[in-house]
């Protein structure tokens, strides 16, 4: 019988059935969707994980890998059938090895974000990906998810972290590339098969990451501004001066940042007043730019600020961040608005603010808009609260997709797809694209057993 199997493969410690000890695996982070399992399996090795995805599949049984399970569109919970095997990667959280002279670090899928950061200080070297969940959420899943994060403006997304990656396959065989290389163009690059696949194609078990050197003291800045579209245009001025120094330019609404304060205790903005909108911002001292300040003070000049706090040492800066990272909490626990991870290219972004501002204020005038986001890399979480009771949800999502279309841009920018936004898929990418993604799920999962029913 395939669950006396699957104890057999973990060991007495790597399994769980308890209701009760399964519950929070079975809800997503948002509390939105409620899973059901036949077992959870923790393997403590690739060996067991592969022996675990065979057995399944001769059982003809479906695998849910799972890492920190803070995704937001419910990718890592199972169905309701409780059928699906929940394959929990929490034990495999070993670095495996950091080579400092290669810049690089060779990690198990279930190490907890912030202790790969930590271990990457610990040698002097710095890993770039940062995101508000990134106390409890695991490389295995930031790389499933190909997460985004505050630093993509400067680093790129997840996928630019990673140099190598192992992954278990649908018939249970593991496929190594755990390799360190900066340059290799021996064959398809197979690692980036699985970055972003949310778990359809494969199990990541391991992963070499690519590591920065230390980028030293940073300036930190809150700026309040009267409008959304100051901020696209304070991007492109402290850009142009401060070129890469730029690490980090989000967007938070006055509305959002309330909910921070409302919510999440000891948060307070460093303003007399209240501003409609904020930005923060994160710059590395760079040789030959202009300093933050500098920079910002141009910017005041031209009227493209309206005030600015720029953090005097590490806990200012970190009080800032913690307001920013608390958001999705706050959110959370005001109250389920509708999520829309939207990206457009920078140069449309204003269009598109002034666009949505038009179309909600006609479609839905009671709405709250809760917006923030990663302005620098033209992504926004451009989220909607509707009144209780209404029915315009799926309205008002749908029209916020044809715009996003409209502008050029994309329904689904670092959250993936998981199950929630399964459907829009087909509809915003192209024919051809959906039949090769297709033609991959098939190749590469012919039983349909990785984490079915997300992404495609
Ligand atoms: P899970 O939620 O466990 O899984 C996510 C998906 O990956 C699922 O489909 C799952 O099946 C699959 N998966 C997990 N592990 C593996 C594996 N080893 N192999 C194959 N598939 C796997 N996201 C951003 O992009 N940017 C942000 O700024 C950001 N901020 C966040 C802030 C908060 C407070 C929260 C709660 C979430 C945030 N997220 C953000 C969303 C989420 O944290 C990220 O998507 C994260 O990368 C998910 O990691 P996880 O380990 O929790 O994955
Ligand atoms: C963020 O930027 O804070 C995250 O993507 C989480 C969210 O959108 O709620
Ligand atoms: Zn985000």
Known sequence: MLIDRLKEIVGPKGWVTDPVELA?????????????????????????????????????????????????????????????????????????????ANFSMEVEAGCILENIQQAAVGAGRFFALSLGAEGSCQIGGNLATNAGGINVVKYGTARAQVLGLEA??????????????????????????????????????????????????????????????QAVRLFAHLRERLSDSIEAFELVSGYVFGLVQKHIPGTALPFATSAPWYVLLQAVASEGDESLEDALLGAAETQLIDDAAVAKNSAEANAFWRMRHSIAEAERAEGKAQKHDISVPVSRLEEFLLRGDELLSKMVPDAQLVAFGHVGDGN?????????????????????????????????????????????????????????????????????????????
């Open 380 to 456: 926004l979480h451009y989220n909607v609260a509707l009144p209780d009771g209404s029915n315009d949800g799926q309205r008002v999502t749908d029209a916020i997709y044809e715009l996003v279309a409209e502008t050029g841009g994309s329904f689904s920018a670092e959250h993936g797809i998981g199950s929630v936004k399964r459907k829009y898929l087909p509809r915003y990418r192209g024919g051809s694209e959906i039949a090769l993604m297709r033609t991959l799920k098939r190749a590469l999962d012919p039983n349909n057993i990785l984490n079915p029913g997300k992404v495609i």
């Open 24 to 100: 929070p695996r079975l809800l997503d982070w948002r509390g939105a969707v409620q899973g059901a399992a036949l077992i959870q399996v923790s393997p403590s090795d690739v060996t067991q994980v592969s022996d675990i995805v065979r057995a399944c599949a001769d059982a003809g049984v479906a695998v849910v890998p799972q890492g920190g399970n803070t995704g937001m569109c419910a990718g890592a919970v199972p169905d309701g059938s409780g059928t699906q095997v929940l394959l929990s990667l929490g034990r495999m959280n070993a670095i495996r090895a950091i080579d400092s």
């Open 168 to 229: 278990v396959l649908a018939d249970g065989s593991i496929v190594s590339s755990l390799r360190s290389l900066r340059k290799d163009t021996a064959g398809y690059d197979l690692k980036q098969l699985f970055i972003g696949s949310e778990g359809t194609l494969g199990i990541i078990s391991a992963a070499t990451l690519k590591l920065y050197p230390d980028p030293g003291p940073r300036s930190t800045a809150l700026i309040a501004l009267q409008s959304s579209g």
